[in-house]
């Protein structure tokens, strides 16, 4: 009965866009999705939908589009796996997705904050199901970073900050991560102490490059590496 009902609303939300979906055509849609200690998550959506225009993610993870229509969509179970069956969206839409951790209000989805995003790029037509790799959500850190002057105030600091995105972009077909990193720096001198707060997932590292000078002069460079381990870190660079 859920099913029925279920694939009777896709319908219904299809009819508003006609165009968008191949006339009596179906796809299965599978993963089985995994934390970063291989145990199975429960309750993570899972949507295959077409976007209105190509994917770019903005400065603090948010994915600059948007879905144009949900064609299928499901909930992990307690194995951590998900099946659906879908529409099937049109050959000309080139950006379908289909989104681990999905978040979408005017399609009621709603993403687990603790664990970050994957979103699938499918380029080619889907022919046949679509069967999606393993995927592993990492837990997403919040991490503290400050830096504090306790030199000279005729010395400057340019910095760059180097770490993972907690929303990556796959290619689905060569399995390429292609929006993986992130850069945040400073191309003005730093003359003053600063703080920030970014998203980074569990597991992987902040890497801060640095260079201080005091006038023209050079009086030091070097890099950095942080370990996130928590759900919580900070960390402190002096100069």
Request: glycine share 4%.
């Amino acid at each position: 009965m859920k099913d029925s009902y279920f694939i009777l609303f896709l319908i219904v939300l299809s009819s508003c866009e006609p165009d968008l979906v191949e006339d009596n055509r179906r796809t299965i849609v599978e993963v089985k999705i995994t934390d970063s200690e291989q145990e199975a998550l429960p309750n993570i959506n899972v949507a295959y939908g077409v976007s209105e225009r190509e994917i770019f993610i903005q400065d603090g993870d948010q994915i600059n589009q948007r879905f144009q229509a949900v064609l299928g969509q499901d909930i992990s179970n307690t194995s951590g796996d998900v099946s659906f069956i879908s529409l099937v969206a049109k050959p000309q839409f080139n950006t379908q997705l289909i989104i681990i951790n999905a978040e979408s209000p005017f399609f009621n989805l709603v993403e687990n904050p603790t664990y970050e995003k994957i979103i699938y790029k499918l380029n080619d037509a889907v022919d046949g199901s679509i069967r999606l790799p393993e995927t592993t959500l990492r837990k997403k850190a919040t991490v503290g970073f400050s830096i504090e002057r306790l030199s000279a105030a005729n010395t400057t600091l340019f910095y760059d900050l180097s770490f993972k995105r907690t929303t990556t972009v796959v290619d689905f077909s060569s399995g390429e991560r292609l929006e993986d990193d992130r850069s945040f720096g400073e191309l003005t001198p730093t003359i003053a102490s600063d703080s920030r707060t970014l998203q980074i997932p569990q597991g992987t590292s902040l890497l801060l490059t640095y260079s201080i000078f005091n006038g023209q002069e050079l009086l030091e460079q070097g890099s950095e590496e942080y370990l996130i381990n928590e759900s919580t870190e900070n960390f402190e660079f002096n100069f």
